[in-house]
């Protein structure tokens, strides 16, 4: 059974530019979340889908980032524009219940120069 | 404040050797306590996870932690490391078994020495 699966792996960008990192969940898990590591600190919760729903996005930090999910399957996280504090680690992450395990990706490395 | 500590950026321990790493949180009601670990070039993978009953948790690669209400710790012991320990070791809390809105530490390296 395949993971979860995030693209890019690394994605290197000017300040100012648009990038779209998308992450494909474990088939059948219905519960998706976003979180992101800046610069070695802690790793922060960003939002978190319930099939294609938005069931809580209290952690994304402005409206430069938007996220979907598209029927329920795949999601997609956007930045645009993006500024040099975007820079970080993307994790997603997905779970078959709310209370089941954590499944997470690698992560997609993002670099804003 | 909800947060969650882990002093120690970097440690190095000898292969064999015994292991703690050390979690403090703060939270204001009975919180919910994991240790992830992230591998170089792997995902985040769940050590071991405690929600209530017994404070001592037993988890996978022979990991456990002992929660401490008193010292509002959660510290990670292994009894003699591999070198494929060798990793991140991240701590985290959340507000319940059915929320996976975690609040995270910081992380902590674990380096091991042949």
């Known amino acids: 059974e395949a993971g979860v699966t995030q693209f890019p792996s690394h994605s290197v960008i000017e300040k100012g530019q648009t990038v779209t990192l998308r992450c494909d969940p474990i088939?059948?898990?219905?519960?998706l979340y976003w979180y992101r590591r800046v610069m070695g600190k802690e790793i922060k919760f960003l939002l978190h889908?319930?099939?294609?729903?938005?069931?809580?996005e209290s952690g994304m930090p402005n409206n430069r980032f938007l996220a979907e999910r598209t029927g329920g399957t795949y999601s997609t996280l956007k930045v645009q524009p993006a500024e040099l504090e975007d820079s970080g680690v993307y994790f997603c992450?997905?779970?078959?219940?709310?209370?089941?395990?954590?499944?997470f990706g690698e992560g997609s490395r993002l670099t804003v120069l | 404040a909800q947060s969650v500590t882990q002093p120690d950026i970097h440690i190095t321990v000898s292969e064999g050797a015994s292991l703690e790493l050390r979690c403090n949180y703060s939270?204001?009601?009975?919180?919910?306590l994991f240790w992830y670990v992230q591998s170089p070039g792997q995902g985040l993978q769940l050590l071991l996870k405690?929600?209530?009953?017994?404070?001592l948790v037993q988890g996978i690669k022979g990991f456990e932690a002992e929660f401490k209400r008193s010292q509002s710790s959660f510290n990670l012991r292994k009894p003699s490391v591999h070198w494929s320990d060798a990793a991140e070791y991240f701590c985290?809390?959340?507000?319940?078994?059915?929320?996976?809105?975690?609040?995270f530490g910081s992380g902590t390296r674990l380096l091991v020495r042949p």
């Open positions: 889908f319930v099939k294609e729903s938005k069931q809580d």
């Open positions: 992450a997905s779970s078959q219940e709310q209370a089941g395990e954590l499944f």
């Open positions: 939270y204001g009601a009975t919180p919910y």
């Open positions: 985290a809390v959340g507000p319940s078994e059915t929320s996976y809105k975690l609040i």
């Open positions: 405690y929600f209530s009953g017994d404070t």
């Open positions: 088939s059948g898990h219905d519960n």
